[in-house]
């Protein structure tokens, strides 16, 4: 079993920055794919960026791709998601997420993945 909990979230207004944590229990953490999603009021959890279990192979939503960018410490059982030129519409809870069996690359949907943080709100304002 692994625990997923995210931090880092808050209100930044337009072109700004934020960093994103995700800290995981268990020993496992070093062997999972990682994966970040968001979901705005009112519609599905899309994909943001996904990272394998070395932390060589990344992956980005094209809506992100270029101003998001996803890291992991195994050391420290964290996987980052920095966020820079932040839009209005970047604005949702974004959740971290946990895959014991990468079968392929990438893993950008949600039922590739196991174990899910509870969520930390972004409000980017105009």
């Known amino acids: 079993q692994v625990q997923l909990v995210e931090s880092g979230g808050g209100l930044v207004q337009a072109g700004g920055s934020l960093r994103l944590s995700c800290a995981a229990s268990g020993r496992t953490f070093s062997s999972y794919g990682m994966g970040w999603f968001r979901q705005a009021p009112g519609k599905e959890r899309d994909f943001v960026a996904a990272?394998?279990?070395?932390?060589?192979?990344?992956y980005y939503a094209d809506s992100v791709k270029g101003r998001f960018t996803v890291s992991r410490d195994n050391a420290k059982n964290t996987v980052y998601l920095q966020m820079n030129s932040l839009k209005p519409e970047d604005t949702a809870v974004y959740y971290c997420?946990?895959?014991?069996?990468?079968?392929?690359?990438?893993?950008?949907?949600?039922?590739?993945?196991?174990?899910w943080g509870q969520g930390t709100q972004v409000t980017v304002s105009s």
């Open positions: 997420a946990a895959a014991r069996y990468v079968r392929g690359w990438p893993i950008s949907k949600s039922d590739e993945y196991d174990y």
């Open positions: 990272i394998s279990w070395n932390g060589i192979h990344t």
